[in-house]
T-cell receptor, first 115, second 115 residues
Framework: DADVTQTPRNRITKTGKRIMLECSQT?????MYWYRQDPGLGLRLIYY???????NKGEISDGYSVSRQAQAKFSLSLESAIPNQTALYFC??????????????FGPGTRLTVT | AQSVAQPEDQVNVAEGNPLTVKCTYS??????LFWYVQYPNRGLQFLLK??????LVKGSYGFEAEFNKSQTSFHLKKPSALVSDSALYFC?????????????FGKGTKLSVIP
């Protein structure tokens, strides 16, 4: 089974709709992240969380919100979707950094289309 | 501020030839550096990292990268390319000395290995 899972894998929604993307991990990591990927722009950080009570904005948080329901679950919400939020969304996890374990591990992605 | 540049959008190499994918970075402190690979319709897979110590780091699938502080570079290399290496490659940086917990990604380089 995959260590980092995302649901749904694909979603088409209409402008103005609320949508939630979910992420679960079995790696036992404390830190979780949400990124979006746009062609030619690489990945950009939306939000990150170091534990259930710690949520931080990333580079492009406007129009998004998150919820850390448990150590293993981190969801991303678009309260009122707009077409320029059409993108590939990735969840990632990492250890807290002991023993040099600083790399992030990514889920398979959710392809979101807003029409 | 931290940033990373991948100067080539695409790199083409013949199977069996050595390959290099370039990455330069900018940080105010000292960096952690990473390479990730993305295959079509997949998430990002961690290849290798530099955090400290030996400037030449070895990673998965026969890839290696050399940290060059004076040139602020972290180029990805492989002695003999395989067709299966064809994918999108991302370099990422984290300025740990400046207290950053965020990864900044380059825009990606598409590697095509020609049979």
């Amino acid at each position: 089974d995959a260590d980092v899972t995302q649901t749904p894998r694909n979603r088409i929604t209409k402008t103005g709709k609320r949508i939630m993307l979910e992420c679960s991990q079995t790696k036992g990591h404390d830190r979780m992240y949400w990124y979006r990927q746009d062609p030619g722009l690489g990945l950009r950080l939306i939000y990150y969380s170091f534990d259930v009570k710690d949520i931080n904005k990333g580079e492009i948080s406007d129009g998004y919100s998150v919820s850390r329901q448990a150590q293993a679950k981190f969801s991303l919400s678009l309260e009122s979707a707009i077409p320029n939020q059409t993108a590939l969304y990735f969840c990632a996890t990492s250890d807290f950094g002991a023993s040099g374990k600083v790399e992030q591990y990514f889920g398979p992605g959710t392809r979101l289309t807003v029409t | 501020a931290q940033s990373v540049a991948q100067p080539e959008d695409q790199v083409n190499v013949a199977e069996g030839n050595p390959l290099t994918v370039k990455c330069t970075y900018s940080v105010s402190g000292n960096p952690y550096l990473f390479w990730y690979v993305q295959y079509p319709n997949r998430g990002l897979q961690f290849l290798l990292k530099y955090i400290t110590g030996d400037n030449l780091v070895k990673g998965s699938y026969g890839f290696e990268a050399e940290f060059n502080k004076s040139q602020t570079s972290f180029h990805l290399k492989k002695p003999s390319a395989l067709v299966s290496d064809s994918a999108l490659y991302f370099c990422a940086v984290r300025d740990w000395e400046a207290g950053s917990y965020q990864l900044t990604f380059g825009k990606g380089t598409k590697l095509s290995v020609i049979p």
